[in-house]
T-cell receptor
Framework: QQQVKQSPQSLIVQKGGISIINCAYE??????FPWYQQFPGKGPALLIA?????SEKKEGRFTISFNKSAKQFSLHIMDSQPGDSATYFC???????????FGSGTKLNVKP | GAGVSQSPSNKVTEKGKDVELRCDPI?????LYWYRQSLGQGLEFLIY????????KSGLPSDRFSAERTGGSVSTLTIQRTQQEDSAVYLC?????????????FGPGTRLTVL
């Protein structure tokens, strides 16, 4: 049973457009939500993370929106660039645990 | 020095054989994690080490899987009597401490193919 559900599986966006990836969870004990970026042949790398006491976190062109009541969170990539083409994973973890539950990933392709 | 390294980068084996996958964490990182990434799937947690101890082995899929860490550094994931469903990319990550807010740095993975 997947603890974190991610959509879409793949996404094609034109350069300069907005990329939006969504994740949903059921376990209300989750309290830390990171996003990872993975390029082919590389391990995932932490991109941005949010805690549930805020509804939004922005770092450069990347923004996480968090809706606690809906148990959903999303990654927005503004002004998407071809260099953003990668697979993105959302994740969630529970207080004091070191186990992360990952979504199934979204393969983003930004067309020049 | 460099980031997390894993070896081999690719491993092809026959069903029923044993395999060993190695992870060298970033120097000074006390926590080490193993994940499995199957095609089209997210990362599946396997096991976590704090120092040489494994407080959480809950993700190991079966008793054919085992892992150890020695000297608080290198870790080895062993899969005995490999099955075709074991084919996946095995990722290792390390972090400075054991708290969940400590960023995990991932290695490039070992791609295991079981024929």
């Amino acid at each position: 049973q997947q603890q974190v559900k991610q959509s879409p599986q793949s996404l094609i966006v034109q350069k300069g457009g907005i990329s939006i990836i969504n994740c949903a969870y059921e376990n209300t004990a989750f309290d830390y939500f990171p996003w990872y970026q993975q390029f082919p042949g590389k391990g995932p790398a932490l991109l941005i993370a949010i805690r549930p006491d805020v509804s939004e976190k922005k770092e450069g062109r990347f923004t996480i929106s968090f809706n606690k009541s809906a148990k959903q969170f999303s990654l927005h990539i503004m002004d998407s660039q071809p260099g953003d083409s990668a697979t993105y994973f959302c994740a969630a973890s529970i207080n004091n645990f070191n186990k992360f539950y990952f979504g199934s990933g979204t393969k983003l392709n930004v067309k020049p | 020095g460099a980031g997390v390294s894993q070896s081999p980068s690719n491993k092809v084996t026959e069903k029923g054989k044993d395999v060993e996958l190695r992870c060298d964490p970033i120097s000074g990182h006390t926590a080490l994690y193993w994940y499995r990434q199957s095609l089209g799937q997210g990362l599946e947690f396997l096991i976590y080490f704090q120092g040489n101890s494994a407080p959480d082995k809950s993700g190991l899929p079966s008793d054919r899987f085992s892992a150890e860490r020695t000297g608080g550094s290198v870790s080895t994931l062993t899969i005995q009597r490999t099955q075709q469903e074991d084919s996946a990319v095995y990722l290792c990550a390390s972090s400075l401490g054991s708290g969940r807010y400590n960023e995990q740095f991932f290695g490039p993975g070992t791609r295991l193919t079981v024929l």
